[in-house]
């Protein structure tokens, strides 16, 4: 149910967003404000805010998919209330290294839910490594899919060529795997009994 409120709202406010340029710049994250003008409401707002329907979707999409599960584990161990701060607490975390790397550019802005549901993606990788997840019609391997996402992630923040928030991706997966291994007893000992 939180999984399915969490898209209903991101959608809405991501909808509300498209037509008010105004709202847009309100609600998205600017480091340079964050840090000398103290709004740092914009740490989670940016989450709510995507840049078109097609970033929209397939962020949502995934939410979709991996949400759900990852809900009802986060319900059965720690109850309803750790899976909000859990996806909560996404949206800032993955958004640190760009904070960091960019306090002093006024210039720099960001948005959209992508670390949020990454890390959402990599807390189900570490639980489920070797389930089948789709990218497009391609079956993988969840564990090989984790690996060569970071890979590709890392490389491509490095190359600062395109328009996404690579680092986003990386931190909101590390945040992912953390979150869940102190807060879900044993998770290592059950990943690594998978192999």
């Known amino acids: 149910m939180i999984t399915y409120i969490i898209i209903a709202a991101t959608c809405l406010v ?3 967003a498209f037509n008010n340029e105004e709202l ?17 409401y914009r740490l989670i707002t940016n989450g709510f805010v995507h840049a078109d329907w097609t970033h929209l979707f397939f962020n ?31 949206i800032p975390a993955s958004s640190l290294i760009s904070l960091y790397q960019h306090k002093d550019d006024p210039r720099y802005s960001a948005i959209g839910a992508s ?17 089948t997840i789709y990218i497009f019609v391609i079956p993988i391997k969840a564990i090989i899919f984790a690996v060569l996402f970071l890979i590709y992630s890392s490389y491509m923040a490095k190359k600062n060529m395109d328009n996404i928030g690579h680092e986003a991706h990386i931190s909101g997966a590390i945040f992912g795997v953390l979150f869940t291994i102190l807060t879900i007893p044993n998770v290592i000992n059950h990943f690594i009994s998978q192999f």
Do not use: C, D
């Open 24 to 40: 847009f710049e309100k609600l998205s994250f600017k480091p340079y404000k964050v840090v000398h003008n103290k709004e740092y």
């Open 60 to 90: 949502m999409l995934t939410l979709y998919f991996f949400g759900r599960t990852q809900e009802q584990i986060f319900t059965a161990i720690n109850g309803e209330m750790s899976f909000i701060l859990f996806y909560l607490l996404s």
């Open 14 to 16: 991501s909808y509300q």
């Open 115 to 131: 670390g949020a549901v990454n890390a959402i993606l990599f807390s189900f990788i570490l639980i489920n490594p070797f389930s």
